[in-house]
């Protein structure tokens, strides 16, 4: 897939009902892999859930958040499994072929990139974001020359204080790291 083919697609985020959120949590997954995250604040209190199922074009991410800044976040996945000691401990993105950041970049976007989320004024976010430079089971990262989230050290998702402007380098002036959650199989 060239670039700007999977950059149309991670541009790709629905705004979900929780009718279309259940249903899709009921489906059968085949033999692709899940996973989930839960997102914790810098106080260590859990705020939130990610979703992850593999499919054909990448890994559905189901984000559910209850109590953030109101209005854009950058949200990204980051190369290393811990939140630990502190978000920091993430590192930067995934990014396998050592691209630009930014899902707007004509050298970019690298395999943690990913569309903003936005809060509602209570807090909230429900949002579904197709991540296509990522996979969950390592056949389908193989068969789709994408990056495995459980490769040897892991993977984490992050979320920034601020929306991502897709362009400026290395994180889309995104600001701090305000939640972060291991990604875990599910």
């Given at each position: 897939?060239?670039?700007?083919?999977?950059?149309?697609?991670?541009?790709?985020?629905?705004?979900?009902?929780?009718?279309?959120?259940a249903?899709?949590?009921?489906?059968?997954?085949?033999?692709?892999?899940?996973?989930?995250?839960?997102?914790?604040?810098?106080?260590?209190?859990?705020?939130?859930?990610?979703?992850?199922?593999?499919?054909?074009?990448?890994?559905?991410?189901?984000?559910?958040?209850?109590?953030?800044?109101?209005?854009?976040?950058?949200?990204?996945?980051?190369?290393?499994?811990?939140?630990e000691?502190?978000?920091?401990?993430?590192?930067?993105?995934?990014?396998?072929?050592?691209?630009?950041?930014?899902?707007?970049?004509?050298?970019?976007?690298?395999?943690?990139?990913?569309?903003?989320?936005?809060?509602?004024?209570?807090?909230?976010?429900?949002?579904?974001?197709?991540?296509?430079?990522?996979?969950?089971?390592?056949?389908?990262?193989?068969?789709?020359?994408?990056?495995?989230?459980?490769?040897?050290d892991?993977?984490?998702?992050?979320?920034h204080?601020?929306?991502?402007?897709?362009?400026?380098?290395?994180?889309?002036?995104?600001?701090?790291?305000?939640?972060?959650?291991?990604?875990?199989?599910?």
């Open positions: 897939m060239n670039r700007t083919m999977r950059a149309g697609a991670m541009a790709l985020t629905l705004f979900a009902s929780s009718a279309a959120v249903a899709a949590e009921g489906s059968d997954a085949g033999n692709f892999g899940e996973a989930v995250a839960v997102l914790r604040n810098v106080d260590g209190d859990a705020i939130g859930t990610i979703g992850m199922r593999d499919g054909n074009a990448g890994v559905l991410m189901h984000v559910e958040i209850e109590s953030i800044s109101p209005g854009g976040h950058g949200i990204h996945i980051h190369q290393t499994g811990t939140c000691p502190d978000f920091k401990a993430s590192q930067g993105h995934i990014n396998l072929n050592q691209v630009k950041h930014g899902l707007l970049n004509p050298e970019g976007p690298d395999n943690g990139d990913l569309p903003n989320i936005y809060a509602a004024p209570d807090g909230s976010v429900r949002a579904e974001i197709l991540a296509v430079g990522v996979a969950i089971s390592p056949e389908m990262a193989e068969m789709n020359g994408v990056a495995h989230l459980f490769d040897a892991g993977s984490a998702i992050v979320v204080e601020n929306p991502d402007d897709h362009m400026t380098q290395p994180i889309g002036g995104a600001g701090g790291r305000i939640a972060c959650g291991l990604v875990e199989k599910k």
